[in-house]
């Protein structure tokens, strides 16, 4: 991997909320046109990352750069080009709700003037389709729908504008086993079609090992390991392992209290 | 913690911050008025929300606020045999004072609390962090277009309350107080000067920069969830209803003093 530039790298990332320090310099390289998985204990930072990344938090310390070039320091003009370019889907859907579905999955493309508002809602109707919904969902607002409808949603609106970059957080959390294997076909389908790097945060294993290429687990804000994702399970990492299999005994501990 | 001095400067100092902060938002939100996009869809939702839904609270109390200025003057006015400044006191009252006043603190309340509630939701569901990944400016698609709808529906709603006041004011007159009608209507617009007017509806201006700035920014800036909804609709409509009685004054003065 030496000597090709990273799509995205992380240096150094620090983040803290108050007295909590929830990153504490974390070092993160992300290759282009693969997927990654970032795992990670529920709080331990995993969606903050993300959102450094796509400049919604202003870090406290580090450095982010895409292709090779510090965001960071970037002029507001660039820095929304790149935006442009980025897709991303929220934990918790964040779909507007005064707007119809279709005009949400078709959101960026009509900001960006690269539809007709005549054609977004056939445009809609066939990335729906993608994520396995009827074009009928399309008329539906976002407060009709099921919470595993209402994330597919917020993933076709995160792919309908073919990015370059995606994040993912959590995108089958709430989807039943076989529609989870749908989703992370099509992940997978949209990282190989497109050329896009992907990357996702997950809490379920074989979702990991089917849409990643490469893994990462965070722990006490930092990036404790980083391999192939298809050791998971069995990569030699006491903390990695214990993760993947779900062990209650190990070496992270639960702060559990009585 | 002891100190009192040192406790009053922390007041000033964050009191300071708070309108500097307050101040760049207002600015940042004047200032898309100058750049494309235009959202000239969102404008005339927004303008139709305000000025054509706030018709009838506003209608209702302007009449019976001109009624009991009818009233309450002329029993005044009875014990020094000036009954007939009736309809002169009413007018002006009306349109100097209680119709910029009463039609922007029954606005505050509808329209600053819903701005609060909707946009502070969308704060709390990421909708907003959304907006920026979809190639959309936040401030520009959510503030500006209320602020200008604000700041052009108040004029008209005075303009309609100060109407409808002054009918008020002429229905107690003819039907209760035996003035004659031809008269009563003769005696007002004899009394009243553009200058009047103009200086309500210029107050209107404000108020409804105010209240549609303080709905926007609480929601903007509001923080955990559906309590932090809750506080950010009560200080909306708290902050701009005291806003307004000092813009109030201070209109006043650069009107009226000499
Ligand atoms: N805006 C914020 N203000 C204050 N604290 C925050 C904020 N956002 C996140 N945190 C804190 O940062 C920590 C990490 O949050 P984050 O959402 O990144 O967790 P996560 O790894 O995504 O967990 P999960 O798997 O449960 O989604 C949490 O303890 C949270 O309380
Ligand atoms: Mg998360």
């Known amino acids: 991997m030496t000597g090709v530039i990273p799509k995205i790298r992380l240096r150094g990332l620090a983040k803290a909320f108050g007295e909590k320090r929830v990153l504490d310099g974390v070092d993160l390289d992300i290759r282009a046109g693969h997927g990654m998985v970032i795992l990670g204990g529920s709080g331990s930072g995993k969606s903050v990352t993300i959102k450094c990344i796509l400049g919604l938090i202003t870090p406290d310390a580090g450095t982010i750069e895409v292709d090779g070039r510090d965001i960071l320091a970037m002029p507001r003009r660039e820095r929304e080009e790149l935006n442009d370019r980025i897709g991303m889907l929220f934990q918790n859907g964040a779909l507007f709700d005064s707007l119809p579905v279709w005009e949400n999955v078709c959101f960026k493309l009509l900001a960006q003037k690269r539809i007709t508002r005549a054609k977004a809602r056939d445009k809609a109707a066939e990335v729906l389709a993608q994520v396995g919904l009827a074009a009928s969902v399309g008329d539906l607002s976002p407060a009709e729908l099921s919470g595993g409808m209402q994330k597919r949603v917020g993933l076709a609106r995160a792919i309908a504008a073919q990015p370059d970059i995606i994040f993912f957080d959590e995108p089958t959390t709430g989807l039943d086993p076989i529609m989870g294997a749908v989703i992370d076909g099509l992940i997978v389908d949209v990282v190989k079609r497109l050329g896009a790097t992907a990357v996702s945060i997950t809490h379920d294993m074989a979702s990991a090992r089917r849409i990643g290429d490469d893994a990462a687990m965070l722990h006490k804000g930092r990036i404790v390991w980083t391999g192939p994702a298809s050791v998971l399970g069995e990569s030699g990492n006491a903390m990695v392992d214990q993760f993947a299999r779900g062990d209650r005994e190990g070496p992270i501990q639960m702060e559990l209290r009585r | ?258």
Not at chain 2, 51 to 59: C, D
Not at chain 2, 123 to 140: C, E, G, H, W, Y
Not at chain 2, 207 to 215: A, D, K, Q
């Open chain 2, 1 to 258: 913690m002891l100190n009192p001095v040192a406790a009053i400067g922390r007041v000033v100092l964050s009191a300071c911050r708070v309108v500097g902060e307050l101040a760049l938002f207002a600015l940042e939100g004047l200032s898309h008025l100058l750049r494309p996009p235009f959202y000239a869809r969102l404008f005339l939702r927004q303008l139709i929300e305000i000025a054509y839904f706030s018709l009838p609270v506003v209608s209702l109390t302007a009449i019976f606020t001109g009624m009991v200025l009818a009233l309450q003057s002329y029993t005044g006015f009875a014990r020094f045999n000036a009954e007939g400044a009736v309809a002169n006191v009413v007018v002006l009252s009306i349109t100097r004072e209680l119709g910029p006043v009463i039609a922007s603190l029954m606005v505050a309340g509808r329209i600053g609390a819903s701005f609060a509630a909707e946009i502070g939701t969308m704060r709390v569901t990421d909708q907003i962090d959304a907006l920026t990944t979809l190639s959309t400016n936040p401030m520009k698609y959510l503030v500006t277009p209320r602020l200008l709808a604000g700041v052009l529906a108040l004029p008209f709603l005075v303009l309609v309350a100060d109407i409808l006041g002054v009918m008020g004011g002429w229905l107690i007159g003819t039907t209760k107080l035996g003035f004659n009608s031809a008269s009563y209507l003769k005696a007002t617009m004899d009394f009243l000067e553009v200058m009047d007017v103009v200086s309500g509806l210029a107050k209107a201006a404000v108020f409804g920069f105010v209240i549609t700035l303080m709905g926007c920014w609480c929601g903007y800036n509001s923080r955990g969830g559906a309590q932090g909804v809750g506080a950010a609709t009560t200080s909306a409509v708290v902050a701009s209803s005291i806003l307004i009685l000092a813009f109030d004054y201070i209109l006043t003065e650069m009107f009226f003093a000499r």
